[in-house]
């Protein structure tokens, strides 16, 4: 009875660790084209927050799940669009520019939920419910944990492998390493540093957007203000730990998601440990794996420096 | 007026301009929203500078921007990014609610300045560890520093509800603090507190620190071209956690304020997000400290007005921060507007060249 019941906990902890982590991942995968290119973008926690925010809006507005799905991703996508405008054609500080827009999102969407929700950020809309897998969603152990999550968690299965294979497989995502390391170089061969640039920040938006909405309708049904509480920032660690490959972040965002299942099961077992100290627990873990573990990180060498074609 | 002196004008008030376009959107959000932005922006106005009571509220508001965002400018300047004066503050707080609890049967004029000083010493080592970080292992202190963030605000939060929570509480938060550790004030009928003093200090002091000392200079040849500064025999790592580990210190006063001069208890999340109206001011600023007063007295009349707003109109609040955030973001676009290509043609005729932005242009030099 007693092995059932931890192999029982042990499964509700897995499961609950994809359920943390896919999020991030969304996050992170999309970090990692937009950090190859060679543009910091420190605004996924602005994103993903728009994301949770177009989610909810876009589900009580039509019903329709994955319309809210898409109005998420426009979401992020519009924010990313600023930041693309703002750092790749104006040059701007990037780190700046992502601060901004971080507190963009932050204001617009409180206000937003305050003028549009009436304040009671109570407001339930539909949501993603569980999707098993037929057949596979009945194994053991593997079922639960895998194949017996919503949709979104399916999506990002999906999209990890079509990333990985398109940044490190075709000759786009060669072109986007080399706008990423030497925007010159690549210049000179004829590829479009512009171009490439903004396309890997909005599709960075983009997935963010995806990874917010799977906070507001994934699971919970609703937006509560900050609600991504440094999610963003989790994820550009995760982008680092995983030695910025699509496989590698995703990998640091299991790591993350974890500890943060972790922390939740401690909560609710209620070991005597006071709520805060867990809370702490994936930031200080994405702290460690930052300065403990990376090292001399390999970052994209144009990352954070605008590119200017006319000056030399 | 000349071209040139023109061309000057309309680059070197950017910052205004930045501030204008964005109050000018925030209205248009106000009005979507149904919300008539004449009355709101009255409101904002009136509640922060309409009576003693709303300029006390004001100076209270400015204090801890004005502080914090003289660490973040100072960090700016030797070229470090400081996201985290947020953490810094809520680390502050802490070390001056513990003196100011624990260390009793000293007088004022000793306690005081004790405990501002061990609020110093907790933001400061709070910054320096992000600073050793990124000198010794090159980790972008940018991410670092936000996740420290939340490290120092849970903190906080264990301690106020466990060993530091004053027994019996409502809601959590630390007992009063001994009198003698209480700042004075200086709008008794406002609660305005003396910690706008210290503010006001601290950036005359930053501004000769940096425009008239010899460290200054150092730390301003560090942050536009660390190579270069090495090769001038300043030694970067120092200057680069020394100013880190000021910078953090003044974001520490800025919570001890809070902590000894308005509520006199250590409160959980008593920061309603200081350190990014600080962030939004020491960037409007240039980085320059004086100017950082103009900067933060605007930030922090936006918080106390904001609050009158949302009573009197119904306009939330957050509409502050929708303000903060188009602001920088125009002001950081305005900085390299001189790149784009009508601004270039509106340059050409051998005008004086725009201030250089600020803020640290990134180079991915190793630091060694």
Not at chain 1, 212 to 225: C, D, K, R, W, Y
Not at chain 1, 287 to 305: D, H, K, N
Not at chain 2, 171 to 197: K, Q, T, W
Not at chain 2, 346 to 351: E, P
């Amino acid at each position: 009875m007693s092995s059932f019941l931890s192999l029982q906990v042990l499964v509700d902890f897995l499961a609950a660790t994809i359920r943390m982590a896919t999020p991030l991942g969304f996050a992170a995968v999309g970090g990692v084209f937009s950090e190859r290119s060679g543009v910091f973008n420190i605004a996924l926690e602005g994103m993903m927050l728009g994301g949770a925010f177009g989610a909810v809006m876009g589900s009580h507005l039509t019903g329709n799940l994955w319309v809210a799905v898409l109005v998420a991703g426009l979401a992020g996508g519009a924010l990313a669009l600023v930041h693309a405008v703002a750092c790749v054609s104006f040059g701007a500080n990037q780190v700046v520019t992502g601060v901004a827009l971080n507190l963009l999102a932050l204001g617009g969407t409180t206000y937003l939920s305050r003028v549009i929700l009436r304040g009671a950020n109570v407001e339930r809309v539909r949501a993603f419910e569980i999707l098993p897998i037929p057949v596979l969603g009945d194994l053991p152990v593997l079922g639960p944990v895998l194949f017996r999550q919503t949709a979104l968690v399916y999506l990002l299965a999906l999209l990890l492998p079509i990333a990985t294979v398109v940044l490190l497989k075709t000759p786009w995502g060669l072109a986007v390493r080399a706008v990423g390391e030497y925007p010159r170089a690549a210049d000179t061969a004829g590829i479009g540093v512009t171009g490439i640039r903004y396309t890997c920040v909005i599709v960075s938006g983009i997935m963010a957007g995806i990874g917010g909405a799977f906070l507001s309708i994934s699971h919970v049904n609703m937006f509560t203000e900050n609600m991504s509480a440094g999610r963003g920032f989790i994820a550009l660690a995760a982008i680092i730990f995983g030695k910025w490959h699509p496989v590698g972040a995703f990998g640091a965002c299991l790591i993350f998601g974890a500890a943060d299942a972790l922390q939740l099961r401690i909560q609710t077992y209620d070991l005597g440990i006071p709520y805060q100290v867990p809370v702490m627990l994936p930031y200080v873990l994405a702290l460690l794996a930052m300065c403990g573990l990376v090292g001399r990180s390999p970052a994209p060498a144009a990352a954070g420096i605008p590119y200017r074609k006319e000056e030399s | 007026m000349g071209g040139g002196r023109w061309r000057l004008f309309v680059f070197r008030l950017i910052p205004v301009w930045a501030l204008c376009v964005a109050l000018g959107l925030g209205a248009a959000f106000i009005s979507l929203a149904g919300g008539n932005p004449w009355t709101a922006y009255w409101a904002v106005a009136h509640g922060a500078f309409g009576d003693v009571f709303g300029f006390g509220a004001t100076l209270t508001r400015m204090a801890p921007i004005l502080l914090a965002g003289l660490g973040v400018a100072l960090a700016a300047r030797v070229g470090l990014f400081n996201i985290g004066a947020e953490g810094q503050i809520y680390l502050g707080g802490l070390g001056a609610a513990w003196v100011g609890l624990y260390v009793p049967g000293l007088p004022a004029a000793l306690h005081i300045p004790l405990a501002l000083a061990a609020s110093g010493v907790a933001g400061g080592l709070w910054a320096l560890l992000p600073a050793y970080l990124r000198v010794t292992r090159g980790v972008n202190e940018v991410i670092t520093t936000l996740l420290m963030n939340y490290i120092a605000i849970q903190g906080v939060g264990y301690v106020v509800n466990g060993p530091m929570m004053e027994p019996g509480a409502p809601y959590p938060f630390s007992p009063v603090l001994l009198d003698s550790a209480h700042l004075p004030l200086i709008l008794p009928e406002a609660d305005a507190h003396a910690g706008i003093l210290l503010g006001l200090a601290a950036a005359v002091g930053l501004h000769l620190l940096l425009h008239r000392a010899a460290l200054g200079y150092r730390i301003r040849a560090v942050g536009f071209s660390p190579p270069a500064a090495a090769y001038g025999g300043i030694s970067v790592r120092r200057t680069m956690l020394g100013a880190m580990f000021v910078s953090g210190a003044l974001a520490g006063l800025a919570g001890a304020g809070e902590v000894m001069g308005l509520k006199y208890r250590l409160f959980d999340r008593f920061s309603p997000g200081y350190g990014f109206d600080a962030i939004a001011a020491a960037f409007l600023a240039g980085n320059e400290p004086l100017l950082v007063i103009a900067t933060s007295l605007f930030f922090g009349a936006l918080r106390s007005g904001g609050s009158l707003m949302q009573r009197a109109v119904g306009t939330p609040v957050a509409i502050v921060i929708v303000i903060q955030g188009l602001s920088i973001l125009l002001l950081t676009l305005g900085l390299v507007l001189h790149h784009w290509e009508p601004a270039r043609r509106f340059l050409r005729g051998g005008g004086p060249r725009p201030a250089p932005a600020p803020a640290v242009e990134r180079t991915n030099v190793e630091l060694s």
